[in-house]
């Protein structure tokens, strides 16, 4: 059965009722979102980058280590998701894993996530000729603290083959919690009708 589709070839041309058409369209989209991220994630294994396991084994490992630690799920899909943008955005992969978690988790939890990059680099950069306190240029930001804290506490120290972590399946429920509706987007009055 062939599905409705708007008859517009511009926008210009578009009708109330071919928005309603496209409305009915995004919520199962929408609702599909949790399992293509997870989709998405799974490109992750078997991409060692050179590091001692693969990175999806690293973001398993951080979310293993904040829930273990009684971080709460939006928090630990944060750090599932960390570094989702790896094979998107190789070279800013924290700002497309911030953008692509910004309308369902905090602030705190956004900024921490949009500068995970640079905080980590105080633990290597100095090794490939970057400034290791790059992280300093926010120091007096408010969530400055709390994204040291995923750093050491999680993210640097997640690179263990020996570690036991949680695997990818244990993590789906929360992905589906946390991302089954935005707390912020331009489009939340849209997507409420």
């Not at 041309?13 to 994630?41: C, K, N, S, V, Y």
């Not at 490109?43 to 280590?65: I, K, N, S």
């Not at 995970?116 to 400034?131: A, E, S, T």
Request: net charge negative; glycine share 8%.
């Amino acid at each position: 059965m062939a599905q409705q589709q708007a008859q517009f070839k511009a926008m210009t041309e578009g009708t109330a009722d071919d928005w309603q058409i496209i409305a009915g369209h995004m919520r199962p989209f929408m609702a599909a979102l949790p399992g293509r991220i997870i989709e998405h994630l799974k490109l992750l294994e078997g991409d060692y980058g050179g590091y001692p396991v693969d990175r999806l084994e690293h973001c398993l490992q951080t979310a293993t280590r904040a829930h273990r630690d009684g971080r709460d799920e939006e928090y630990v899909v944060c750090a599932l998701l960390h570094d989702i943008g790896d094979t998107l955005g190789p070279t800013n992969h924290a700002d497309v894993a911030a953008t692509i978690l910004e309308p369902y988790i905090s602030e705190e939890n956004h900024w921490i996530i949009e500068h995970h990059g640079i905080f980590q680099g105080y633990y290597f950069f100095h090794y490939v000729g970057l400034d290791r306190d790059g992280r300093d240029a926010f120091r007096e930001h408010p969530h400055y603290q709390a994204c040291v804290d995923f750093c050491h506490k999680y993210d640097q120290n997640s690179f263990d083959p020996g570690y036991d972590s949680e695997p990818l399946e244990f993590f789906v429920p929360m992905v589906e919690r946390v991302l089954a509706a935005p707390k912020k987007s331009l489009y939340l009055k849209a997507m409420a009708e």
